[in-house]
T-cell receptor
Framework: DTAVSQTPKYLVTQMGNDKSIKCEQN?????MYWYKQDSKKFLKIMFS???????INETVPNRFSPKSPDKAHLNLHINSLELGDSAVYFC????????????FGPGTRLLVL | AQSVTQLDSHVSVSEGTPVLLRCNYS??????LFWYVQHPNKGLQLLLK??????LVKGINGFEAEFKKSETSFHLTKPSAHMSDAAEYFC????????????FGTGTRLQVFP
């Protein structure tokens, strides 16, 4: 069974559209994250949630809105998509304890045309 | 501020030869350091982590890394490369003020030739 899953795997859309990416983890973890990987493979954290509560928000445009309906899910909604939003978005989760490993999903490849 | 520098963007080796991927860190405190691997079109997988226990850390798939405080380094090594090791490797440090926050290096692409 996949520990951290994301849907869709690929997303191609037009500028100005609104889209969502879903993430689910079946590890029983309390903390979930969204990362963005740009075309140069650079990875940067966007958000983290702990037990449905926002913990980290890394100066991400407010067009990006994470939503956590329960602690097993963290969805990412993006309004008014721009060309620069094209990237790979990774979801991750982590168990309790300061240095527990983060487990990553397979990524969602978003292309904005 | 914490940061990691991966000194090589690309490394090419022949199958069966040693692998060395270099990483230097900058941290005000004793850092926690990680190496993650990303195979093509896949997510990231943890190879190993250092959390102030033994300075030589053994990971999966025969990889290991040595924490050297005097050199502020955490280089990743493997004695003998396999074709399946071809991937992107990321050196990562955690923010000591917020261990939730991982700070990634820019990655090193490892190519393995037959």
């Amino acid at each position: 069974d996949t520990a951290v899953s994301q849907t869709p795997k690929y997303l191609v859309t037009q500028m100005g559209n609104d889209k969502s990416i879903k993430c689910e983890q079946n590890l029983g973890h309390d903390t979930m994250y969204w990362y963005k990987q740009d075309s140069k493979k650079f990875l940067k954290i966007m958000f983290s949630y702990n037990n449905k509560e926002l913990i980290i928000n890394e100066t991400v445009p407010n067009r990006f809105s994470p939503k956590s309906p329960d602690k097993a899910h963290l969805n990412l909604h993006i309004n008014s998509l721009e060309l620069g939003d094209s990237a790979v978005y990774f979801c991750a989760s982590r168990g309790r304890g300061g240095l527990e490993t983060q487990y990553f999903g397979p990524g969602t490849r978003l292309l904005v045309l | 501020a914490q940061s990691v520098t991966q000194l090589d963007s690309h490394v090419s080796v022949s199958e069966g030869t040693p692998v060395l991927l270099r990483c230097n860190y900058s941290s005000s405190y004793s850092p926690s350091l990680f190496w993650y691997v990303q195979h093509p079109n896949k997510g990231l997988q943890l190879l190993l982590k250092y959390t102030s226990a033994a300075t030589l850390v053994k990971g999966i798939n025969g990889f290991e890394a040595e924490f050297k405080k005097s050199e502020t380094s955490f280089h990743l090594t493997k004695p003998s490369a396999h074709m399946s090791d071809a991937a992107e490797y990321f050196c990562v440090v955690s923010d000591p003020y917020n261990t939730d926050k991982l700070i990634f290096g820019t990655g090193t692409r490892l190519q393995v030739f037959p």
